[in-house]
C-alpha cells in the first residue's frame, strides 16, 4: 500500500542504524508465522516513534535497553544492546543501566538482564 | 556506623543534584511508619548504584524515567521527573521517552505515564 | 503527510464504532501534554491492528477487556468496557470475561477488574 | 473427597473439549511434585469458572489467549492455543489476538507469544 | 450445592480467623456487579488453598503479605496486613516483610507497600 | 574499599546460612561480566535488609520464595528453595507456598514455579 512508504522508509533508516542491512534478521519462528506483523515493526516502532525528533538516538537506545531489562523482555534486550553497540554506546555503560535496574526493578531483573548481556557484551 | 558513611555521602551528593536540599522529602506516610528504610534508600540506590562511574547522570536519569514508565511506579515517576528537569533535562526529551513506552509497555502503559508527568511537566 | 491519511481514516472508522464521535474524548491531562501522541494512536492501535481483516470485532474488543484486566489498566479498561457494549456486547459477557481473569492473573486482578467496571457496567 | 465431585465432573467437561481425552496431559515436572494441586485446577479454574454460563465456550478460549500472551505465559499459551484449534477457532484468528496484544502489552509481548505459537500453529 | 458446602464452611473458618466475623465485608463495587464472584473466592481462595494442611497459618499469611506487596496489589495488601494483626503477626514483623520487597520487586514497589501499610499498621 | 566491611561480613553470614560455603556460586554469565554487582549483593539483599532484626530467618526465606514465584524468577526461585532446605524448611511448606500461589497470582504463575520446583525438591 502506498500510503506506507514514508514511515516505513523512515523506520528502516532508524533500523539500519541500529543493525546495519540485517533489518531485523529473519530468524524467529514469529516471522515466518506472521510476516504481515513483522511488516509492521520499523513503520510504527521505528517511523512512528524512534524517527521522531527531539531525543537523540544515543538516549532512545538506552531507554529501550533499560525497559526491556526492566520488564525482563530477553530476546529484546539482547537485539537492542547490540543496536546500542552499533550506535557507539559503550560496553561499561549498558552494563550500568543492567545494574541500575537492581533498584527499580528488583535484584533478579538485574541479575536476568545481566546474564543475557552477556552473550552479547562478551566476559 | 562508621563504614555505611561513605555511601550515604556519595548518596545524599546524587539527591542534591536531583532534587536540592528536599532530600527525598518527608511528605510519604511510609516514612513515618519506616524511617530506617528510607535512611537505607540513599546509600543503595544513591550511594551504591547511581554514585558509581561509567555512565553519566543524565543517562541514569532518562533511563530511570524509562523504566518507572514501563513498569506503572507513578509516585516515583514524578519524582524523578522533576529531577531530571534539575539536571537540565528538557521537557521535550521527556515527553518523548514516554511517548516511545507504548512501543515497549503498550499503549495504556505510555498513557498513564504521561497522565502522571503532566502534573510535572506542565501542559 | 498524505501516506498516514488512510491509516487515520480505517482507525477513526474503528474508534467511531467503539466511541460514537467522541473519538477517544479530550479529558485526559496527557492529551494536553503530547497531542502528538494521541494523534498516533488512533492510526496504529486502531488503523494498523484493529482495522485487519480476520478477526471480528467482538473478539477483539473481548481480547482488549481481558488484556487490560489482566494487565491491571483500569483507565483503558473503563473506556475499552463502554466499547463493548456500544458494540452489542452484553454486561453479563463482560462480567464473565473479568471473573475468569482470576484465573490466570490472580484474584487481585479480577476484584480491581471489577472494581472499576462497576462505575461502566453500572450495577 | 464426595463433595468435590460435581465441580470436577464440570470442570472435566471442559477440558474434553478444549483437549480430548488428554485432560492436560502428566508431562510437567510440577505435576509429580504437586500432584493434588493438579487435581484442584480442574476443579476450579474449568469447574467454577469456564463452567459458568453467560459466555460461550470460543470466547472464553479467545480471553485466554489474549491473556496468556498479554503476561508472557507461554506454556500455557501454547496448550490453550491447541485448544483454541480444537474448538473451531481459526488459525488465522489466534495470530490476530496474538498481533494485537502489542498494542497493549508492547510488541516485546507479541513478539514472544507469535513465537511460542508458531511451534502449535505451524508456520 | 452440596458438594459446594463443605469447601466453603473450610474458607469460611479462615476467613473468620483472618477478619472475624466480618467475612470480607460488603463494601467494594465489585461486590454487588459480581456477587458470584464472592460467593466463589471464599471456597477457593481459602477453602481449596488456605485451609490445606502442612503449612501453618502465620507463614500463609506472612506470604500472601509478601506476594501482594511485589505485585502492587494494595487494597488486599490493606485487608491482609489487618488480617495478618488478628493472627497475632507483629506489625514489625511485616514491615520487614514490606521493606524486604524492595530487593526482589524494586525500591518503588516497598515505598508503595510502606505507604498502602500506613493506613493499617499506624505510624 | 573499607566502609563496607561490616554490611558485607553481615550480608555473608546470611548467605553461609542459606548455601553454605558456596557464597553464591560463579556459575552465572553475569558474574563475569559484571563482577562489581556481585560484589554488592551480599552487601545491600543480605547485610541490609535480611541482617536486620525484627523477624526471623525462617519467615524472611518464606516470603522471598513466595515473592520470587508471584514475579516469575524462576532461577533465584531455585536458589531461595535450596536455601529454604538449608534451614530446616520442609519441602511440603514449600509445596504449599507454591500452591497457594495460583491465588494472588494466577495459576499459571503457580505451575511455573512448581515445574522449576521439581528440580530443587525432587519428585
Known amino acids: 500500500m502506498a500510503e506506507e512508504t514514508e514511515l516505513l522508509a523512515r523506520g528502516l533508516e532508524i533500523v539500519r542504524k541500529l543493525w546495519g542491512e540485517r533489518e531485523g534478521g529473519t530468524e524467529f519462528p514469529a516471522q515466518k508465522l506472521a510476516p504481515q506483523f513483522f511488516g509492521l515493526v520499523p513503520s510504527f516502532?521505528?517511523?512512528m516513534f524512534w524517527a521522531r525528533p527531539n531525543l537523540d538516538l544515543r538516549s532512545r537506545s538506552l531507554c529501550t535497553v533499560a525497559q526491556l531489562a526492566a520488564l525482563?523482555?530477553?530476546d529484546e534486550?539482547?537485539?537492542h544492546l547490540a543496536g546500542a553497540l552499533?550506535?557507539?554506546i559503550?560496553?561499561?555503560e549498558l552494563?550500568?543501566?543492567l545494574m541500575q535496574t537492581a533498584c527499580y526493578a528488583g535484584v533478579p531483573a538485574a541479575v536476568s538482564a545481566l546474564n543475557a548481556a552477556a552473550?552479547?557484551?562478551g566476559t
Open 95 to 97: 552494563i550500568e543501566v
Open 45 to 47: 516502532v521505528f517511523g
Open 72 to 74: 525482563g523482555r530477553m
Open 90 to 92: 559503550r560496553r561499561e
Open 77 to 79: 534486550l539482547k537485539a
Open 119 to 121: 552473550t552479547v557484551l
Open 86 to 88: 552499533n550506535l557507539g
